[in-house]
């Protein structure tokens, strides 16, 4: 099992900055990547951006050049820095740590969501 617990959020203008944090416990050895995904109110959830153990990163197409992702594998936390903030990036952001190797099988890992909220 990981339990994933993510930090930071709130309110900002468009333009502005923010910054996410999420912190990873327990089984944190089998973790082989850790992302950020999105979800706006009536919109599916979407991939932010993640990164593997390897450090590759991948970043969805709204989000390139803006956002940036970053991990800290000894203190297995991952970080999200937003910047140029739009209003469309309002959503509930998720910390993930997707396809968990696991005896069941590959499991998705998921926090409990931190919202964002950009007024224009």
């Known amino acids: 099992q990981v339990q994933l617990v993510e930090s930071g959020g709130g309110l900002v203008q468009a333009g502005g900055s923010l910054s996410l944090s999420c912190v990873a416990s327990g089984n944190t050895a089998s973790i082989t990547a850790m992302g950020w995904y999105r979800q706006a109110p009536g919109k599916q959830r979407e991939m932010v951006a993640l990164?593997?153990?390897?450090?590759?990163?991948y970043y969805g197409d709204s989000v390139k050049g803006r956002f940036t992702i970053s991990r800290d594998s000894a203190k297995n936390m991952v970080y999200l820095q937003m910047d140029n903030l739009k209003p469309e990036d309002t959503a509930d952001y998720y910390c993930?740590?997707?396809?968990?190797?696991?005896?069941?099988?590959?499991?998705?890992?998921w926090g409990q969501g931190t919202q964002v909220t950009v007024s224009s």
């Open positions: 993930a740590a997707p396809a968990t190797p696991t005896k069941a099988g590959f499991v998705d890992y």
């Open positions: 990164t593997g153990n390897s450090g590759s990163t």
